[in-house]
């Protein structure tokens, strides 16, 4: 069995438990310091701010990163990036034993370690990503992709309960202990995955922003990716207002809201890991447009569901889909990507939906404000079904334009960089080296997060 398995391979198993760790690091210490916040009488001000603070430099320090990412050999810029968020995690530590609560002083402090925190993130999960083609051979992409953003939801989910355990336990200050303590290990890690991507001299050709000006002139690419940022602007509306509609409209209790999050959770991970073993490269494109279909048909679903368990059914679906379209979306996006570049757009990717992700938030804020529940996923579930078909109707444009692929391939007319060589890889172990990086035009597959 552990022949035809992904865990046979070493490098693989450190990538997901690394790239899990990073992401359930990053989810307790904002957990453990929003608690603060609270218990502290900063008010919903201060606790969005808090949370606003994690999600900043994933947004706006894309571009930063993928350049860094791309220029930096994949080892040192993970054992780096962890041994940072190690430091940011100390530092809060230390504000907190020493700082006053009240204090604007600790406030800005913690608000500005939370910003650094986040800035380490922004590097690491480009650098994983970017990682995992050389991992494996070419043929088992997609199913490691699938495999990371499994392990990557579960570690989504459990975040949040395993800092309230840790600061129901040993209080705020013990969780960041717990956290920096982790931050180390991973820097182990890291420095233990024996594939190390090592970008060439020219491999930053193209500039900062190379990563947005490939998505802008692929236009499958570019058309996929205004297609998804514009659906999850459209989730995270109906996230902000789910709580509402299960526990106001349909009457649920705690528990109950708890488990249909969960089932949705479960879903996504089930999703990922079917798409990853029968999502073809030829059918990346198809999967993706009709996940983003199915999706917004499931939350007008949702909207009009007569009772808790028709939503929690409509809600699974909704995670299946989800789950696939990462994976699928992933995969075309790496299969599209030179490997020189691929630091950059992985970045450009993550800037792009942060960023759709928090104006999504404000805008379920104001939405909610405004109508009833059940109108408004109603109508963010129509929207989203617009979206798809203009995605669709785009995308099916695009495809068929001369000199521009389907499946897998590169499109002839992306961005050029200038004289990048792929990156090269490096394994201690003698004989041919498998990169996992094909010349353009080769079909390989990888997911972005």
């Known amino acids: 069995m552990l022949e035809n398995s992904l865990w046979r391979h070493r490098d693989l198993r450190l990538a997901a438990a690394g790239r899990s760790a990073s992401f359930l690091g990053d989810e307790v210490a904002t957990i453990a310091l929003t608690l603060y916040a ?57 504000v907190l034993v020493a700082g006053d609560p009240a204090s604007p002083v600790t406030a800005a402090a913690l608000l500005g370690l939370v910003v650094a925190l986040g800035a380490g993130q922004a590097v690491s ?67 233990a995955v024996a594939t190390v991507r090592r970008p060439g001299p020219a491999a930053g050709g193209g500039g900062t922003w190379a ?67 029968w999502c073809a490269p030829r059918a990346q494109v198809g999967v993706v447009v009709g996940s983003v279909a199915a999706i917004a048909g499931l939350v007008v679903l949702g909207g009009v569901a007569p009772s808790l368990g028709w939503f929690a059914l409509a809600l699974a679906g909704i995670g299946l889909g989800n789950g696939a379209l990462n994976v699928a979306f992933g995969a075309l996006l790496a299969g599209r990507v030179p490997d020189a570049v691929r630091g950059r757009v992985f970045a450009a990717v993550t800037g792009a939906t942060q960023t759709a992700s928090i104006g999504g938030m404000a805008l379920g804020g104001v939405v909610g404000g405004l109508v009833d529940v059940r109108t408004a996923w109603v109508a963010a579930g129509a929207a989203g079904l617009a979206v798809s078909a203009v995605v669709a109707a785009a995308t099916l444009r695009s495809v068929r334009r001369p000199g521009v692929t389907g499946g897998a391939g590169v499109v002839t007319n992306a961005v050029t960089l200038e004289s990048s060589p792929t990156a090269r890889t490096d394994r201690p172990a003698p004989g041919p080296v498998r990169t996992g990086a094909p010349a353009r035009g080769e079909e390989q597959r990888l997911a972005a997060s």
């Open 211 to 277: 990563g947005y000006a490939l998505l802008r002139d692929d236009r499958v690419l570019g058309t996929l990716v205004a297609g998804l940022v514009a659906m999850i602007v459209v989730l995270q509306v109906v996230v902000v207002l789910d709580v509402l509609l299960v526990r106001d409209v349909l009457g649920a209790g705690p528990a109950g809201y708890g488990v249909v999050n969960a089932l949705f959770a479960a879903a996504m991970v089930v999703g990922a890991l079917g798409a990853g073993r």
């Open 38 to 94: 609270f218990d502290a009488g900063w008010g919903a001000t201060g606790v969005a701010a808090v949370l606003v603070a994690a999600a900043l430099p994933l947004a706006v320090g894309a571009p930063l990163a993928g350049r860094l990412v791309d220029r930096v050999d994949s080892r040192r810029a993970t054992t780096l990036a962890a041994l940072w968020q190690g430091l940011c995690a100390s530092g809060a530590l230390v």
């Open 125 to 191: 999960g480009p650098a994983w990503q970017a990682l995992v083609p050389h991992l494996v051979p070419a043929d088992e992409v997609p199913r490691a992709v699938a495999l990371l953003q499994s392990t990557t939801t579960l570690a989504g989910v459990a975040g949040p309960a395993v800092g309230g355990l840790l600061v129901a336990g040993g209080g705020v200050a013990g969780a960041l202990a717990v956290d920096a303590v982790s931050f180390g290990v991973l820097a182990v890690a890291a420095r």
